[in-house]
């Protein structure tokens, strides 16, 4: 049973940078049949989103264009988690941020988001 | 990018009824459409997937259907543990984009 988890502070200050990892268990980032999400959810955008990671042989990263320019998501093997770095941040980011996997069975088929982490919420305050 | 319109944004149903909730795409997305449950305070779930695939331990009063740009999601014999908000989610092109949810509300 895969478990998700993420941490990080609670309150960033405007322009500033906000930081959060996913730890896995039950799984492995480094899997060759999982991709790993970052999703967050406001009210004003609703769920969005914000990129992935993922392992074939070499990490492939892919960052939905609105954050693209400040968004950093890293694998990190050696402790079995994920982390997102989103720069210069303003109120509009305040949200609830989900690390969610994709985790497909052998025979194939399309994108789901089948685990979620509980959530973190992050507020961008001065 | 893909736009999502659910409908309704809210229903009120009673305990027993079964319940329908639409979800179109800007464009055919083939069958590349999950369906997601959410409660408050609470990370959405994964219920449907490509359209109608069953998730492993959803009950089977949830049930979807659909193709190209025009989804359903059904729940039959609404239980009290069904009172949520529902979300779809495409999965064909790159950001993968949610509707904005259907309020599954007690009347």
């Known amino acids: 049973q895969i478990q998700l988890q993420e941490s990080g502070p609670g309150l960033v200050k405007p322009s500033q940078t906000l930081s959060l990892t996913c730890a896995i268990s039950g799984d492995s980032v480094s899997s060759s049949s999982a991709a790993w999400n970052w999703i967050r959810q406001s009210p004003s955008r609703g769920l969005e989103w914000l990129g992935r990671t993922y392992y074939r042989s070499k990490w492939y990263y892919d960052y939905a264009v609105s954050v693209k320019s400040r968004l950093t998501i890293n694998p990190e093997t050696s402790r079995n988690h994920f982390s997102l770095q989103l720069n210069s941040v303003s109120p509009d980011d305040t949200a609830v941020y989900y690390c969610a996997s994709d985790r497909r069975p052998s025979s194939g088929g399309s994108l789901r988001f089948d685990s979620w982490g509980q959530g973190a919420l992050v507020t961008v305050s001065s | 990018d893909i736009q999502m319109t659910q409908s309704p944004s809210t229903l009120s149903p009673s305990v027993g009824d079964t319940v329908t909730i639409t979800c179109r795409t800007s464009q055919s997305i083939s069958n590349f459409l999950n369906w997601y449950q959410q409660k408050p305070g609470k990370a959405p779930n994964l219920l449907i997937y490509?359209?109608?695939s069953l998730q492993s331990g959803v009950p089977s009063r949830f049930s979807g259907s659909g193709s190209g740009t025009d989804f359903t999601l059904t729940i039959s014999s609404l239980q009290p543990e069904d009172f949520a908000t529902y979300y779809c989610q495409e999965s064909h092109t790159l950001p993968w984009t949610f509707g904005q949810g259907t309020k599954v509300e007690i009347k």
């Open positions: 490509d359209a109608s």
